[in-house]
């Protein structure tokens, strides 16, 4: 038998493990796992080159607990240790065994999938036990071993006959403020989370299997039941397979797989695969996201060789693909030791920008093969589409190829499209292409009415972060502007170079702008008289497009920039000069009857921007009763 201390540089590293290096305390599992797949990947590889004589075979994992004797057992079938290997890489702490095997065997091994990056992962084992472990026997005709240690230095290391077949099986003896990972329930919910796609099958358990019944069974036959093992894991995700090899179906089963609490089909996905200059696969979904800004729900989950590291992919994700749901997979990525954050580096960037590629890409595609399809998708994709516009330059670039514009009338346009169709008509006397827009076709129909009626196309723009988009496009593109429906009177967002034909003089003009003014005396309404088509409506309730716009990009975060803090409310009242009630108003002697028929007109206006609430819209309703009983 051995006796020694650990070749560590401190006099006592567990407490440090223990406190610094994992901050959560349940990765041990992942950990241990992790290296008993790579013992086990190990051997796979010895054998396919012919450097192991031994039948590999179907090698599981197996996760076992003894409440009784307050131990968890991960027992693997892999490479197994020899004594002298035992010493070399566990009692030299740091020192990765699965880093020197990869150096050793780098060209060969280089898609073995072995994890390899943490030497320091079977030492986080002393953070939930108070005594390990090691029953090994290598794949070598060497004995068996046993050491142990109990989180001091010490440890004591001998041959055993306990165990003659090949594999290494640690016996953690769970300390006394650890016992919860003695529970059937939690080991369970640890292997789900981290291990669910390890490429090696993990047992855990038994479970019930019931026998199908032979054709010519009689119908009160009774199906014969058996115990098997409880595989928790799937060891060949989507995302290990070739993409070619894979049907809509598995995609779909996939999808649930990752999320089984979604119910809700994904529109489409996007298979990743690069091995130049970095290693990554996986699997983005687009979910049905509507006007949906929530990305707290369903992340997406990084994973180092099939090993789950996180769903906090911020970096390596740009932020607008933070809305889809999927996995990503790279044994390039830079993590600290304990896994738990990301690293600043410059390949973290080049992931990101393969990414983004990746998506414009394949919306590129959809949009190509099946133009009907993507028209149909829009309303559930364009949240994330317009994000990117406004947050990745190399996105918005290629953006105009895929990017839709539909109009209140149900018609779909790319932005060449749009702006060949409408230029002719939408150009004003400046030269300048008027895009005209609604945010809700019901709350704005008389005024996309009013526009239409003049022959011109109305955007339907309702994404939340649509004024940024807009702001955007009016700075890449030239001589474009935006003007929603409802920021002025129709005959001023599209200037023309046309006569305007006034009923009333100036004086009368004056007259009937001091009269509103006296009437409403509310300081969101500027009143504006303007010399319109006496069939136009007589009062027109508008909102300036730039504090409106200004309003709206504040509330989704970029409307700050200017230092004004909280926008007011602030609206142009638009009066129609050529208009009969303006006529009437004026003829009227009564200050009181004038004052009736502005504030009854105000209302309307009012009404049909959805503006009349409450104590407001109370009155208006028992004085129109009023006036249908007179």
């Not at 070598?140 to 004591?156: H, L, M």
């Not at 590629?357 to 949009?367: G, N, Q």
């Not at 019901?442 to 702001?471: C, F, R, T, W």
Request: glycine residues 4%; negative net charge; charged residues 30%.
């Amino acid at each position: 038998m051995t006796k020694g201390n650990i070749n560590v540089s401190v006099e006592n590293i567990f407490p440090l493990i223990k406190k610094f290096l994992y901050s959560d305390h349940e990765i041990f599992l992942r950990e241990l796992i992790s290296n008993a797949t790579d013992a086990t990947l190990k051997l796979k590889h010895l054998t396919s080159i012919g450097e192991a004589k031994v039948e590999y075979g179907n090698p599981k994992l197996e996760v076992k607990i003894d409440k009784e004797q307050k131990t968890l057992r991960i027992i693997d079938q892999g490479i197994g240790m020899t004594a002298e290997e035992v010493e070399k890489y566990i009692n030299q702490v740091a020192f990765s065994g699965a880093e020197e095997f990869l150096e050793k065997y780098k060209d060969s091994a280089k898609d073995s999938g072995i994890i390899g990056h943490f030497g320091l992962g079977f030492y986080s084992a002393f953070m939930v036990a108070e005594k390990v472990e090691i029953i090994t026997k290598s794949y070598k005709d060497e004995p068996a071993v046993r050491w142990i240690c109990d989180g001091s230095p010490e440890f004591t290391l001998e041959e055993t006959t306990d165990k003659t077949d090949r594999g290494t099986e640690i016996v953690l003896h769970i300390a006394e403020d650890s016992t919860e990972f003695l529970e059937e329930a939690k080991i369970r919910e640890l292997l789900s989370k981290y291990n669910k796609f390890m490429p090696v099958p993990i047992k855990f358990g038994t479970k019930t299997h019931t026998l199908p019944l032979p054709e010519d069974a009689p119908e009160d036959a009774v199906a014969e039941t058996e115990e098997v093992d409880n595989i928790i894991n799937n060891p060949t995700p989507a995302w290990t397979i070739a993409p070619s090899e894979l049907t809509s179906e598995d995609y779909m089963k996939f999808y649930h797989e990752l999320y089984p609490m979604q119910f809700e089909e994904p529109l489409f996905n996007i298979h990743l695969n690069v091995d130049y200059p970095f290693n990554l696969t996986g699997v983005l979904f687009f979910p049905k996201l509507s006007n949906n800004l929530n990305i707290d729900k369903d992340k997406i989950q990084l994973y180092q060789n099939q090993v789950f590291v996180t769903d906090e992919v911020k970096g390596i994700v740009p932020d607008f693909l933070m809305l889809l749901r999927g996995v990503i997979d790279s044994p390039d990525i830079p993590l600290n030791v304990s896994r738990s954050y990301l690293q600043a580096d410059g390949a973290v960037k080049k992931i990101s920008s393969y990414i983004t590629k990746k998506v414009a890409d394949k919306m590129s595609s959809l949009i190509n093969e099946n133009r009907e399809d993507y028209e149909k998708k829009w309303n559930d994709i364009k949240i994330v589409i317009e994000y990117g516009i406004i947050t990745e330059e190399k996105f918005a670039e290629k953006a105009d190829k895929f990017t839709l514009y539909p109009t209140t009338d149900g018609k779909y346009f790319l932005w060449n499209e749009l702006i060949e169709k409408i230029q002719p008509s939408h150009t004003d006397k400046d030269g300048n292409t008027v895009i005209l827009y609604a945010t809700n076709a019901d709350e704005q129909h008389s005024y996309i009415q009013a526009a239409n009626d003049k022959g011109y196309d109305v955007l339907l723009l309702d994404s939340p972060v649509i004024s940024h988009v807009i702001q955007k496009l009016e700075t890449s593109k030239e001589k474009i502007s935006f003007a929603r429906v409802d920021a002025d009177h129709i005959n001023n967002l599209i200037k023309k170079d046309e006569p305007v034909i006034s009923k009333l003089t100036e004086t009368e003009k004056e007259s009937l702008k001091k009269n509103v003014e006296e009437a409403v005396k509310d300081a969101k309404f500027t009143v504006q008289l303007e010399d319109l088509d006496s069939n136009d409506a007589p009062f027109t309730i508008t909102q300036p497009e730039f504090m409106r716009r200004m309003k709206e990009m504040q509330a989704t975060g970029g409307g700050g920039m200017f230092g004004m803090g909280g926008f007011p409310e602030m609206y142009n009242l638009v009066v129609n000069s050529n208009s009969e009630l303006s006529n009437q108003i004026l003829k009227t002697e009564s200050p009181e009857e004038k004052e009736t028929l502005i504030k009854y007109a105000l209302d309307l206006a009012k009404l049909s921007q959805n503006l009349l609430k409450g104590k407001d819209l109370t009155d208006f309703i028992q004085r129109s009763y009023k006036q249908l009983e007179k």
